[in-house]
């Protein structure tokens, strides 16, 4: 049996909080709200061949990774593609965390094709990875650099219509199904920015819980890690009120806009799911509950973070992902050395919200009783240091590398670390506190160790 909810957000939303959207309409930034499209439920991606049929596409494109096309979820698409007669070639390259150059291989392969619809079967990196290769091949005549986001990239905005791009997710998880952005790390700089628009978002995200069943225990990990601080980052970023100026044309609207009270719903939720479901999806592959669980949470933080933002645990990631030497990831089998992303992202977290808790401790310390913290007795002072605690005990009972030491940094590292978050400010902007350069090596001091 198969059973599928079909959300179209766009209508819960409007029926659900117009009262709300009329209050914050006079505010500075913000008062557009746009969301995803997400198909839920256990079997869901047999539909997508009829998906594409409906779309009326002739040559689709396929991506995935090398691990996951001899794996169950491209199995379920392809299946279901050949049964209802769509032509489509498979790009399988899509490098684990993409690069420019591994972004560019893929680009020119839907150049030299003329697609008429994109799939992307796999994590992040892949998902990031046809977006981009989407974005650009219908943009012909675009630089490489022009989408990218300031001030590594131009970043124009993206004018024209990009083909359909059908997303089904196999991590729980970037939520990259509901977003419209796309990582990769730029070489040059040794650190990880994006392309942020709209118009990649993908057209419908396909999430199909026995997706995940196949993942490696430390892929659950990670991307659970992932979800947690999508949520965490996105309940706690500055408010959307508090931004300015307000762009002079709405296609200039940032894609993160600061926390909000929608996304706020989901970010909270989010948490939750991830408080009560994480463990078991990480130490029990087969506990389908559990793991599908973690699949929606990863839907439901995306929704979150993707309107609302990230902020420096994200930003820091970047250079701790892109100066990587030779740490090897666990579980991944790959050639390249890697601290996978939501690694990257999470062994920063107990000094980020120790550091940002000041700025709106009630937000801080709900976030810690939501994970488990018994708040009654805290002071709201007290509110980091309580929230860094009990983030510590999760990677400690997941059995998380010691910090960035166990990673392969040492103090030594610490200005290059700073040197690469410094230019993400697309997401450091969106922290609730301002901080100097001598705060974030003291955030990077203070994440070496964890134990
Ligand atoms: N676009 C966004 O909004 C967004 C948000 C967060 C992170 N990201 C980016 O996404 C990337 C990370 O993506 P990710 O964490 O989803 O992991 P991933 O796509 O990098 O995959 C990690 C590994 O897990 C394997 N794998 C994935 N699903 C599997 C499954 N079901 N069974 C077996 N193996 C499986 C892959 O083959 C790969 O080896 C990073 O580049 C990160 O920067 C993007
Ligand atoms: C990739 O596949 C290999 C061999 O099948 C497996 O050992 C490894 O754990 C897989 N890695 C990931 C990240 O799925
Ligand atoms: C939290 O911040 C306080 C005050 O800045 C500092 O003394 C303490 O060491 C920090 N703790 C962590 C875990 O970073
Ligand atoms: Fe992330």
């Not at 100026?245 to 709405?250: F, I, K, Q, S, Y």
């Not at 400690?396 to 960035?404: M, P, Q």
Request: hydrophobic share 40%; glycine share 8%; aromatic share 8%.
């Amino acid at each position: 049996m198969c059973t599928t909810i079909s959300l179209d957000l766009l209508v819960f939303v409007w029926t659900v909080f117009i009262p709300m959207i009329n209050r914050l309409i006079n505010y500075t930034l913000i008062s557009l709200f746009h969301y995803s499209n997400i198909r839920y439920g256990e079997g869901v991606s047999k539909e997508i061949g009829m998906d594409l049929q409906n779309l009326g596409a002739k040559n689709v494109c396929v991506m995935t990774d090398r691990n996951l096309s001899q794996l169950p979820p491209m199995k379920a698409v392809v299946e279901s593609l050949v049964k209802n007669g769509v032509k489509y070639k498979v790009y399988d390259n899509v490098r684990v965390e993409p690069t420019d150059s591994s972004f560019k291989d893929a680009i020119s392969f839907a150049k030299n094709h003329a697609f008429d619809a994109f799939v992307a079967v796999g994590g992040g990196s892949v998902i990031d990875t046809c977006k981009a290769a989407n974005l650009y091949a219908c943009h012909p005549d675009a630089d490489f650099l022009d989408f990218v986001n300031a001030p590594i990239g131009k970043g124009k905005p993206v004018s024209g219509a990009v083909k359909p791009l059908i997303a089904v997710p196999t991590t729980a998880g970037t939520g990259s199904e509901t977003t419209g952005v796309a990582i990769f790390d730029y070489e040059p700089l040794k650190a990880k920015t994006g392309i942020a628009s709209r118009a990649i978002r993908p057209t419908l995200g396909i999430v199909d819980p026995t997706h995940t069943l196949s993942m490696p225990e430390r892929v659950a990990a990670n991307s659970g890690f992932d979800v947690l601080c999508h949520a965490l980052e996105s309940y706690t970023a500055l408010p959307y009120d508090q931004r300015s100026p307000c762009p002079t044309n709405p296609i200039n609207r940032p894609a993160y806009q600061g926390s909000n009270p929608i996304s706020d719903v989901w970010s909270r939720h989010a948490l939750h799911v991830v408080a009560k479901y994480m463990k078991r999806a990480v130490r029990d592959p087969e506990d389908l509950e559990a793991r599908s669980s973690m699949h929606l949470a990863s839907v439901f933080a995306g929704i979150g973070f993707g309107n609302a933002g990230v902020h420096l645990c994200h930003g820091m990631s970047y250079p701790i992902a892109g100066n990587v030497k030779t740490h090897s990831a666990k579980g991944y089998n790959l050639e390249h050395p890697l601290v996978p992303h939501g690694l990257s992202v999470v062994l920063t977290s107990p000094a980020v919200f120790n550091f940002t808790a000041p700025m709106c401790p009630e937000r801080h310390l709900e976030a810690a009783e939501i994970l488990g913290a018994d708040i009654r007795q805290v002071k709201r002072e007290d509110a980091g240091a309580v929230l860094a605690d009990t983030l510590r005990q999760i990677l400690f009972d997941l059995h998380v590398e010691d910090g960035l030491g166990a990673v392969g940094y040492t103090k030594d590292d610490i200005p290059a670390l700073v040197k690469g978050t410094i230019p993400q400010e697309r997401v450091t902007k969106l922290s609730p506190r301002a901080h100097t350069v001598e705060d974030l090596s003291r955030l990077f001091e203070a994440s070496m160790k964890l134990y």
